[in-house]
């Protein structure tokens, strides 16, 4: 098993940026696939983004294009989701997930094996 976990929640009015980071122990963030779920109260689990680390591919779920950003720092092998300009509907607890099969990364929870605990995002009006 590797060991994932992440950390930067917190609470944050609307209009406010967090930084969420991932690591990944055991293995470098550059051999993985690495993605960011979130799942918001009372909703199910959703994919936000994922990058692998090792060619930089990303996806982002449509509705936090041009607000969020996934990306990796291999010198820091972690792997950091950059929230901005966020709103209520963002609040949810946010986890890290990893996957070492190449390629880009899938939007489906059940293709990480490798999940953090969560953090929890609270996005206040």
């Known amino acids: 098993q590797v060991q994932v976990s992440e950390s930067g929640g917190g609470m944050v009015q609307v209009g406010g940026s967090l930084r969420l980071s991932c690591g990944a122990s055991g293995r470098t963030v550059n051999s993985l696939v690495i993605a960011w779920f979130r799942q918001p109260p009372g909703k199910a689990r959703e994919f936000v983004g994922g990058?692998?680390?090792?060619?930089?591919?990303?996806k982002l779920r449509d509705s936090v294009k041009g607000r969020f950003s996934i990306s990796a720092d291999n010198a820091k092998d972690t792997v950091f989701l950059e929230m901005s300009r966020l709103q209520p509907e963002d609040t949810a607890v946010y986890y890290c997930?990893?996957?070492?099969?190449?390629?880009?990364?899938?939007?489906?929870?059940?293709?990480?094996?490798?999940w953090g605990q969560g953090t929890q995002v609270t996005v206040s009006s």
């Open positions: 990058i692998n680390g090792g060619d930089g591919v990303t």
């Open positions: 997930a990893a996957d070492a099969r190449p390629g880009g990364p899938s939007l489906y929870h059940w293709s990480y094996p490798w």
